[in-house]
C-alpha cells in the first residue's frame, strides 16, 4: 500500500491571485500594488482622502508612441480641491512607482471611500494639564470659556 504525499498548504493570497490579478486588469492596473500599496505611493495625507479606482488607457495608435493613462481617483467631496492641487506630485509620485511615464493626468471622482478603517477618535486631554492651563486663565471670568480654553491649552501642548 501507498503512503500519501505530504501535505503542503498554500496561502490564500497565493491560491487567489490570478483571481485578483484579472480583477485588477478591468479596471486597467497593471499592478495590483497601487492599490493594496496606495499609502506608501502617495503618501499617508494624500491615501487618507483618496484612493485609485481604474486606470484609462488611451486606444494605440499605430505607429505612434503610447499615450500615458488617465488615472481615476475616488476623492472624499472636502479633500477634493486639495487633491486637485496636489496632482504634479500626486503624478511624480505613481510614475516614480511604475518607473516610467505611465499616468499623464488625473480625473477625480467624488465619492466616499470604501475603506473600512476608520481615523480613531483623539483622546482627551489629561486633566492634570487642563488643570495647569487653567490656572494661568484666572483673568477669564466665565467658567464654562475658561473650561473650554483650558481643554484646547492642553490638547495644542499634548500635540
Known amino acids: 500500500m501507498s503512503r500519501p504525499g505530504p501535505i503542503s498548504a498554500k496561502p490564500l493570497s497565493v491560491l487567489l491571485s490570478d483571481v485578483f490579478s484579472d480583477a485588477y486588469a478591468k479596471q486597467g492596473f497593471a499592478a495590483r500594488e497601487l492599490v493594496t500599496r496606495w499609502a506608501e505611493i502617495a503618501g499617508s495625507d494624500i491615501a487618507r482622502h483618496s484612493e485609485p ?60 471611500l470604501s475603506r473600512r478603517d476608520r481615523p480613531a477618535r483623539p483622546r482627551p486631554p489629561d486633566a492634570k494639564a487642563v488643570e495647569a492651563v487653567a490656572k494661568s486663565l484666572s483673568a477669564v471670568e466665565d467658567d464654562e470659556l475658561r473650561a473650554a480654553l483650558a481643554r484646547l491649552g492642553a490638547a495644542i501642548k499634548r500635540n
Not at 77 to 103: M, S, T, Y
Open 53 to 112: 479606482l481604474k486606470m484609462q488607457w488611451p486606444r494605440p495608435v499605430e505607429g505612434q508612441p503610447q499615450e500615458p493613462a488617465t488615472l481615476v481617483l475616488r476623492v472624499e467631496g472636502p479633500a477634493a480641491l486639495e487633491i486637485q492641487h496636489k496632482a504634479d506630485v500626486i503624478l511624480e509620485r505613481v510614475n516614480r512607482f511604475f518607473g516610467w511615464h505611465a499616468v499623464g493626468r488625473l480625473a477625480l471622482r467624488q465619492a466616499p
